[in-house]
């Protein structure tokens, strides 16, 4: 029987290694996650995109080994099991992404989206820094909240 | 006393209208308009049941059919 319940991903899921090297001029890839069998994931959670009511929630702060906040640009991408790009389905500034660690209606409501993706399709993190730099990953905290839903059978 | 006459206009032949006929065209007159006033109001209301019948489910159920129908599964 199908069934559809929420999820999250976060640091440890996306970021595998320890540091990544980060640049002013082009967007780098600092993880990815390949989705398992028998189940679907889509990004976001819930119907409301109010800032106050919204059940699903993105969080994330980027830091070096210090820590010292790296800001820049997150974009996230839907790719195919041979890494070719479906679609990019966010993106957003750290300003907006490190609004609070705590309060979840100060944090950028992140609704159900529309795609949905399977086995060993993969959701890519990349990452435009403000100026070059190196993330230290067990300093980045990155919260998102998913939709999970299991296949039949 | 003086009863006011009307000419037929199909026959040319004049009637005599007395005060209780009178007073009962009248009343036909009043019965028939609000008989249209009436029955207008009872169409409306029933209009207005209609557009209550195809009035769209709230928002939340809408918001559920939109996101099922808007869905694009990968894989």
Redesign the interface.
Known sequence: MPQKYRGALTRPDIMTDATVNVFASRFTQIGEVKIGAGIWYTLGYGFSASQGDAEGRIYAIFQTAVPAEVKGTLRIEAFTPDDRNIAVLFESRTEALNSSATDRTKQIPFPEMMQALGEDYKFKFFFKADADNVLTSANCTIVIDITKESKSG | MKVPKVINPLTGNSMSLSPGSILSLIGGALLLLFSITAAQKIGSKVEQKTSLLDFSPDP?TR??VK?AN??????
């Open positions: 939340l918001a559920e996101v808007s869905k694009a599964y990968f894989g």
